[in-house]
């Protein structure tokens, strides 16, 4: 007996030896579910190895086994905490499983300790941009393109957190200066871009009434007066912009930064600033930012950012079949990337196509079930396939996830009215309210009420309803009669 169990043990490194060749055989093979029960035979045999168990959640994260990997992934950890292969994957599987912020701790450890990995910044950046981190999600895909500048996915990234920061900043300037010539100004800027022309006359306009020396808004009006054929009004313009001369820049301010193109001076220097001007200021920069990083995405050879790109662009436009035609493009060049297939999905139910985006949907969600971005979409698609029960089970599980998103309320609200459940919608259209812009969401309180038989509330909600009405109404009738393009004051 004794004899038998020296042997045993003499001959157990060479099995080790031979599953650890076998594993990694199957792992350049990339036949990475066969190499599942190769690691974890290895791991059950030496339990304290973080390499081995690394390994293992690495080949459980590449056959498609987020949730499995999470397990030995932190375990290797927890053994060797700056196991790259281990950070990497742990923080990969958390992203795909759509919990963002625990994939954050591991990637910035990873690009702490072993700074400079393309991958893994990126991932770090897409993360860090997801929770709303936008300036440091930016500082990241800066790096990303100095360590790769022919990467389109760090030029797409970079505009897309600059075009966050310049929302943000347009957001706090219309907290902090309302109705001001700053705020009027940004969003002429804004109808501007969009080919609002009339509007962006109008908002202009209003602009200049406010704040008389704001340089550019005279030069955008007659840039407006020329597209309508108006060049002598034009003219007047350009004269009225030349009378404000040139800023004086003997000390720098965050006018001079914008004038001389030193837009991320300018940024860092209204860093600190808390007033509309220097949110007006930061507002443009970022969105000029944004606007260079998008055009090298658009020098680059066709790529799937450079889809990505076209399809935000159409989607910003309302062109839904477009932008999912787009989406298609680029997920020919990389079909198994899962947040491709999501904004596909998206753009599908956008364009109405809702059968091809359930497909799609649910295949995510298999893999990923307690994505909240998932689940609210499965949730809007099945509110326009008039399911509103397993409307419900989703918008729940996305609710649940971030109980601070208004519109997955407010979907959660329609679903649970169509359900019959008007008691329940009450509070998720409460919470959803100050996010109503056309009024519907007032109206919709008010069949809840009527349907829970709270008289008394629905006679107070279909007030505040004809109120909103009322005023948005009176805000069209405005808009109809002021914005004409009339002739420069003098003229």
């Known amino acids: 007996m004794k004899g038998l169990l020296l042997l045993a043990l003499a001959q157990q490194p060479d099995e080790l030896a031979r599953l650890s060749q076998q594993g990694k055989t199957l792992m350049m093979e990339q036949r990475f579910a066969d190499a599942v029960p190769v690691y974890e035979r290895l791991a059950k045999a030496m339990p304290g190895n973080a390499g ?90 800066r790096k990303l393109a100095a360590v790769d500048p022919e990467n389109p996915k760090s030029w797409l990234g970079l505009g897309r957190a600059y075009e966050a920061l310049a929302d943000r900043s347009a957001g706090e300037l219309a907290k902090t200066g309302p109705g001001g010539g700053y705020w009027f100004a940004l969003v002429a800027e804004s109808r501007s871009r969009q080919s609002q022309r009339r509007s962006a006359f109008y908002f202009y306009r209003k602009a200049l009434e406010l704040t008389p020396g704001l340089r550019g808004a005279h030069a955008a009006l007659a840039a ?78 066709e790529s799937v950012e450079s889809w990505a790109l076209m399809a935000e662009l159409h989607q910003g436009q309302g062109r839904f079949v477009e932008a999912a035609k787009a989406w298609e493009a680029a997920l020919r060049l990389e079909p198994a990337d899962d947040g491709i297939k999501q904004d596909l999905a998206a753009a599908l139910h956008q364009a109405k196509d809702d059968e091809r985006a359930r497909k799609i949907t649910e295949e995510l969600l298999a893999k990923a079930p307690a994505s909240p971005e998932l689940n609210f979409l499965m949730g809007e698609i099945c509110l326009a396939q008039q399911q509103p029960e397993p409307a419900i089970t989703h918008l ?42 056309d009024g519907s969401l007032h109206f919709q309180l008010v069949r809840a009420f009527q349907t829970a038989g709270d008289t008394a509330k629905a006679k107070a909600a279909m007030a505040r309803y004809q109120e909103l009405r009322g005023k948005l109404a009176a805000d069209r009738q405005v808009l109809e009669d002021e914005v004409k393009i009339t002739a420069p004051p003098g003229q």
């Open 224 to 301: 407006i007066y020329r597209e309508s054929g108006k060049p002598d009004w034009a003219s007047a313009e350009d004269a009225a912009e030349k009378a404000l001369g040139a800023p004086e820049c003997s000390a720098p301010t965050l006018e001079c930064h914008f004038r001389t193109g030193r837009d991320e001076t300018l940024v860092r220097a209204a860093r600190l600033l808390k007033t509309p001007e220097s949110f007006y200021w930061r507002a443009r920069a970022y969105s000029r930012l944004a606007a260079a990083a998008f055009d090298r995405v658009g020098r680059l050879p």
């Open 52 to 141: 081995l168990l690394s390994n293992l959640g690495m080949a459980l994260h590449l056959s498609g086994e987020y949730k499995r990997s999470l397990g030995p992934l932190e375990q290797a950890l927890k053994i060797a905490p700056r196991t790259p292969g281990a950070l990497f994957y742990l923080g990969a599987s958390y992203l795909r499983l759509g919990e963002t912020a625990k994939a954050i701790v591991p990637l910035g450890t990873l690009e702490a300790s072993f700074p400079g990995n393309p991958a893994a910044l990126g991932m770090l950046a897409d993360a860090k941009f997801l929770v709303g981190r936008f300036e440091e999600s930016a500082a990241h895909f």
């Open 396 to 437: 729940m599980k996305a609710s649940q996830a971030d109980p601070g998103a208004l519109p997955v309320r407010a979907a959660l609200a329609r679903a649970l009215l169509a359900a019959g459940h008007a008691t329940d919608a009450i509070p998720h259209l409460e919470a959803a309210l100050s996010m109503d812009e």
